[in-house]
């Protein structure tokens, strides 16, 4: 049973802050539903108004544009899984996509609503990362981009302020030479542990290297140690830095023990699955 | 004695009008109300069942505008202006669907408690994807569980309706 709230449908960006602005802690963005609702449903959380997004047809778009790939935040899981300029540009994700949840969540799910949670076992987070990504946030008073890696704060918890909804994720259009993966292991309904590496590779040398880790902290980020470890090297070199690689990220993703496993396992994941994101693409 | 039920005059309410398994159907709803309840509660269609309530089962599922949604985790205005097919609605005039028939000559039930969620969603599989690998199959089936494990003979009635289909 869902507790009574009244439905805003706003059809504007700036009549969503504003909207926010207005009702503060009252009032929730709503997207797809999936999380908002069950927490709802569990008592986790109330509003006494909900602001449904879907009204701003803008923001399921998807396209190129201008050297990057321009996500609205209200693309589902089932439209990225199932388009063709992503299979083109950014098949990582479109794997990605196919293996987030079960064919309803995707089918209600947007990326916007997984990003904005912030639900510490959720993948896309870690991919965007690790491919240089720009979240656009929006309100009444203006536009600013804030990069992937600074966009997640802590377990549910971003850096977009109260009366900010996100719009559009930009993700650089990758070059001829770009590569990149995206591993995830568990055996809940969440993934444990997920790991992304993107890299340009030049005549046997590896370049721009990103290496970012997800689940299995409270929330996705970054590996600089790592990625300057790999960086420049010729892939053989490489190859033979993955278990001192692996072993930083590991430290680096301030695993926690609970449920997903306990936390030396999963830093061992994350070296296991580095390992294999990075044979993969040198292979 | 008990007074009869009145709504509040500020409770919001929302029109909805939609195909409900190919007729008109005009309701109206609390923004609250879950798509599960008004089907099961208001409507009388009782066949989607309630079960985990957390969009792992599949119990609850119905077909959006032919795609599978959890009805349990789906606010019912969100079907305004769509096309909502229940269990229901799956036989065609009293003539089974091919998929109910496979099911019912291979076994592909036993409860029989997951089968209007299997039915609906395995019709979304073959709609879209009309010779399915096995792979495919269990990718796409993945979020509809079975408490009896019939899961053999859930594949197996499948990938038979899904050759009938093709013939
Ligand atoms: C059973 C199950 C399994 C799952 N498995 C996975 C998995 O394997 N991997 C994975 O990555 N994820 C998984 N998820 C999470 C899933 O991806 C998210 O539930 C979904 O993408 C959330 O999107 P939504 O549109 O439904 O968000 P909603 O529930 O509508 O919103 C979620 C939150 O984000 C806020 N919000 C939504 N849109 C915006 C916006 N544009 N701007 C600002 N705030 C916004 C809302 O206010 C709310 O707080 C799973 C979920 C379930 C239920
Ligand atoms: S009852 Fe809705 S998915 Fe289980
Ligand atoms: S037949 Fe009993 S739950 Fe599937």
């Not at chain 2, 939609?18 to 409507?43: A, C, H, K, S, Y």
């Given at each position: 049973?869902?507790?009574?709230?009244?439905?805003?449908?706003?059809?504007?960006?700036?009549?969503?802050?504003?909207?926010?602005?207005?009702?503060?802690?009252?009032?929730?963005?709503?997207?797809?539903?999936?999380?908002?609702?069950?927490?709802?449903?569990?008592?986790?959380?109330?509003?006494?108004?909900?602001?449904?997004?879907?009204?701003?047809?803008?923001?399921?778009?998807?396209?190129?544009?201008?050297?990057?790939?321009?996500?609205?935040?209200?693309?589902?899981?089932?439209?990225?899984?199932?388009?063709?300029?992503?299979?083109?540009?950014?098949?990582?994700?479109?794997?990605?996509?196919?293996?987030?949840?079960?064919?309803?969540?995707?089918?209600?799910?947007?990326?916007?609503?997984?990003?904005?949670?912030?639900?510490?076992?959720?993948?896309?987070?870690?991919?965007?990362?690790?491919?240089?990504?720009?979240?656009?946030?929006?309100?009444?008073?203006?536009?600013?981009?804030?990069?992937?890696?600074?966009?997640?704060?802590?377990?549910?918890?971003?850096?977009?302020?109260?009366?900010?909804?996100?719009?559009?994720?930009?993700?650089?259009?990758?070059?001829?030479?770009?590569?990149?993966?995206?591993?995830?292991?568990?055996?809940?309904?969440?993934?444990?542990?997920?790991?992304?590496?993107?890299?340009?590779?030049?005549?046997?040398?590896?370049?721009?290297?990103?290496?970012?880790?997800?689940?299995?902290?409270?929330?996705?980020?970054?590996?600089?140690?790592?990625?300057?470890?790999?960086?420049?090297?010729?892939?053989?070199?490489?190859?033979?830095?993955?278990?001192?690689?692996?072993?930083?990220?590991?430290?680096?993703?301030?695993?926690?023990?609970?449920?997903?496993?306990?936390?030396?396992?999963?830093?061992?994941?994350?070296?296991?699955?580095?390992?294999?994101?990075?044979?993969?693409?040198?292979? | 004695?008990?007074?009869?039920?009145?709504?509040?005059?500020?409770?919001?309410?929302?029109?909805?009008?939609?195909?409900?398994?190919?007729?008109?159907?005009?309701?109206?709803v609390e923004p609250n109300e879950l798509l599960l309840d008004m089907v099961r509660d208001r409507l009388g269609l009782t066949g989607a069942k309630r079960s985990c309530d957390v969009q792992?089962?599949?119990?609850?599922?119905?077909?959006?505008?032919?795609?599978?949604?959890?009805?349990?985790?789906?606010?019912?205005?969100?079907?305004?202006?769509?096309?909502?097919?229940?269990?229901?609605?799956?036989?065609?005039?009293?003539?089974?669907?091919?998929?109910?028939?496979?099911?019912?000559?291979?076994?592909?039930?036993?409860c029989g408690f997951c089968t209007p969620g299997m039915l609906l969603a395995s019709k979304a599989l073959l709609d879209e994807n009309p010779n399915p690998t096995e792979a495919e199959l269990?990718?796409?089936?993945?979020?509809?569980?079975?408490?009896?494990?019939?899961?053999?003979?859930?594949?197996?009635?499948?990938?038979?309706?899904?050759?009938?289909?093709?013939?």
């Amino acid at each position: 049973m869902l507790k009574r709230f009244r439905l805003e449908e706003p059809e504007s960006a700036a009549e969503v802050s504003e909207l926010l602005g207005r009702f503060g802690d009252s009032a929730k963005i709503y997207a797809g539903g999936t999380e908002l609702l069950l927490a709802m449903k569990e008592g986790l959380v109330q509003y006494e108004r909900l602001i449904n997004v879907k009204k701003l047809t803008g923001l399921s778009a998807l396209a190129a544009d201008n050297g990057a790939i321009k996500i609205g935040a209200l693309c589902t899981h089932h439209q990225l899984e199932t388009s063709a300029l992503l299979q083109e540009k950014l098949p990582t994700l479109v794997k990605l996509e196919q293996n987030v949840a079960n064919v309803r969540v995707r089918q209600a799910g947007s990326i916007g609503g997984n990003l904005c949670f912030a639900e510490p076992h959720a993948d896309p987070g870690t991919l965007l990362i690790a491919l240089g990504a720009t979240m656009v946030a929006e309100k009444s008073s203006g536009k600013r981009e804030i990069a992937a890696a600074n966009f997640f704060v802590d377990a549910y918890e971003t850096s977009l302020q109260a009366d900010e909804l996100l719009t559009e994720i930009r993700v650089p259009t990758p070059g001829a030479n770009s590569r990149s993966a995206y591993l995830k292991f568990g055996y809940l309904e969440r993934p444990s542990v997920g790991v992304a590496v993107a890299l340009t590779l030049n005549s046997g040398t590896v370049n721009d290297v990103k290496i970012a880790v997800g689940c299995a902290g409270p929330a996705p980020k970054r590996v600089a140690e790592a990625e300057a470890l790999l960086n420049g090297k010729s892939t053989a070199e490489a190859v033979s830095l993955l278990p001192q690689a692996g072993a930083i990220a590991g430290r680096a993703a301030d695993a926690i023990s609970d449920l997903h496993g306990a936390q030396d396992y999963k830093e061992h994941i994350v070296g296991v699955l580095l390992k294999r994101a990075f044979n993969s693409m040198v292979g | 004695m008990s007074k009869p039920m009145t709504r509040h005059a500020d409770v919001q309410t929302i029109p909805v009008s939609f195909t409900l398994n190919g007729r008109l159907q005009e309701i109206d709803v609390e923004p609250n109300e879950l798509l599960l309840d008004m089907v099961r509660d208001r409507l009388g269609l009782t066949g989607a069942k309630r079960s985990c309530d957390v969009q792992v089962c599949g119990a609850c599922t119905l077909l959006v505008d032919g795609r599978p949604v959890s009805a349990c985790t789906t606010l019912a205005f969100e079907v305004r202006g769509r096309s909502v097919m229940t269990i229901e609605g799956l036989a065609d005039d009293g003539k089974l669907h091919p998929l109910q028939e496979a099911f019912i000559e291979h076994g592909g039930f036993q409860c029989g408690f997951c089968t209007p969620g299997m039915l609906l969603a395995s019709k979304a599989l073959l709609d879209e994807n009309p010779n399915p690998t096995e792979a495919e199959l269990k990718h796409f089936m993945h979020g509809n569980i079975c408490r009896c494990t019939g899961y053999k003979k859930i594949v197996e009635s499948i990938m038979a309706a899904a050759k009938k289909m093709r013939a």
